[in-house]
C-alpha cells in the first residue's frame, strides 16, 4: 500500500532551527512536495524534490533521500509566521498525489 | 479573479441535499482536482480532470461526481448528502494535462457540515 508518515506535532522556539521528517513508501515515485498550510487557509506550495540531495531557498531547505524513502522540511531562523502545518506529498507513478497527515508547527516565543 | 476561487466559504445542509460545490480557475490550467482534508487525516483525493471533457475518480470518489465542460471550471456534486461527507473541501489547478510532476494551487476551501 501506499503511505506517507510525519510526526503530529512539533514545537520550537523563535529563532531557531527545526527538522520535519517524512518517510514514504508509494507505487511509483515522481517527486515529493512539501507544502505550508495555515489553520483555516488553503497549502501553498514550499518546494520539490526529485532527486537525491538538499534543496535550499531562503530559510527553508528540503531533503529527499529516495533509497531510504525519506525526505525532511529544514526551517530556519523560526519566526512566529512559520507555525503552521506542514504537509508531505508523495507523486506516484499515476502523477497523483498522495498526502501525509500533516505536522503542526508550534513556535514559542 | 486572480488564481482559484471555490464558492460558498461555508455550507451548512441537510442530510439528503443536493449540494454543489463551485470551483474557478483564471489560470488556464489543464489540470484540476477536489480533495476533502479530515482532520487527522491527509488530503484525499475525490476526483480529477487532467483537461476539459475528462475526468476521472481519486481515492475517495462514492457519493460525489464532477463535470469539466470548460478549462476554467470544476464543479463538485453532493447527490444525497450523509453526514460523513462534513469535511473542509479544496479545489487544486495545475498546468499539466498528463503524465509530468507540477505543482498543485489550491483554492481557498468550502467548509461543509451535513446533518
Known amino acids: 500500500g501506499q503511505n506517507i508518515d510525519q510526526p503530529t506535532e512539533m514545537t520550537a522556539t523563535e529563532g531557531a532551527i527545526v527538522q520535519i521528517n517524512c518517510t514514504y513508501q508509494?507505487?511509483?515515485?515522481?517527486?515529493l512536495f512539501w507544502y505550508q498550510q495555515h489553520a483555516g487557509e488553503a497549502p501553498t506550495f514550499l518546494s520539490y524534490?526529485?532527486l537525491d540531495g538538499l534543496e535550499e531557498k531562503g530559510r527553508f531547505s528540503s531533503f529527499l533521500s529516495r533509497s531510504k524513502g525519506y525526505s525532511y522540511l529544514l526551517l530556519k531562523e523560526l519566526q512566529m509566521k512559520d507555525s503552521a502545518s506542514y504537509l508531505c506529498?508523495?507523486?506516484?507513478?499515476?502523477?497523483?498525489?498522495?498526502w501525509g497527515a500533516g505536522t503542526k508547527l508550534i513556535i514559542k516565543p | 479573479i486572480a488564481g482559484i476561487t471555490q464558492a460558498p466559504t461555508s455550507q451548512i445542509l441537510a442530510a439528503g441535499r443536493r449540494m454543489t460545490l463551485r470551483c474557478t480557475q483564471d489560470?488556464?490550467?489543464?489540470?484540476m482536482y477536489w480533495y476533502r482534508q479530515d482532520l487527522g487525516l491527509g488530503l484525499r483525493l475525490i476526483h480529477y480532470?487532467?483537461?476539459?471533457?475528462?475526468?476521472g475518480k481519486g481515492e475517495v470518489p462514492d457519493g460525489y461526481s464532477v463535470s469539466r465542460a470548460n478549462t476554467d471550471d470544476f464543479p463538485l456534486t453532493l447527490a444525497s448528502a450523509v453526514p460523513s461527507q462534513t469535511s473542509v473541501y479544496f479545489c487544486a489547478s495545475s498546468p499539466i494535462s498528463t503524465g509530468g510532476a507540477d505543482t498543485q494551487y489550491f483554492g481557498p476551501g468550502t467548509r461543509l457540515t451535513v446533518l
Open positions: 524534490n526529485v
Open positions: 489560470m488556464r490550467h489543464n489540470a
Open positions: 480532470s487532467n483537461t476539459a471533457g475528462t475526468t
Open positions: 506529498a508523495c507523486m506516484d507513478s499515476n502523477y497523483q498525489l498522495i
Open positions: 508509494t507505487s511509483g515515485f515522481n517527486g
